[in-house]
């Protein structure tokens, strides 16, 4: 298990997300090597079944949800993403305590 795998199973855990940002941040990575490692971590959710864990990070002007370019990967890996909110909170949900 990677550092960001740990990290964002502590925050199913704990029922929370945390900002790109402040993620990067806590991982000591550039926020485009983060959104590239959370759009593999996307594929490798999806292709064993699992909810997407990349749902508990946001936006920092998202209003709580995750950026653009996690629902144009979602998308892209055949999710229906029509209500974006109802999305994120299904993999929330799925997450919390996971």
């Not at 502590?10 to 959370?38: F, I, K, N, P, S």
């Not at 759009?39 to 909810?51: C, S, Y």
């Amino acid at each position: 298990m990677t550092r960001l795998e740990a990290r964002l199973g502590e925050l199913a855990l704990r029922g929370e997300t945390l900002t790109y940002g402040a993620l990067a941040q806590e991982m000591g990575w550039r926020v485009a090597d983060l959104t590239g490692a959370l759009e593999t971590l996307m594929e490798i959710d999806t292709a064993n079944g699992r909810p997407l864990r990349a749902a508990l990070c946001e936006g920092r002007m998202a209003g709580g949800l995750p950026a653009r370019g996690f629902f144009d990967k979602a998308a892209e890996l055949g999710f229906d993403i029509s209500d974006p909110a109802q999305f994120v909170e299904k993999h929330r949900r799925a997450l919390s305590g996971w």
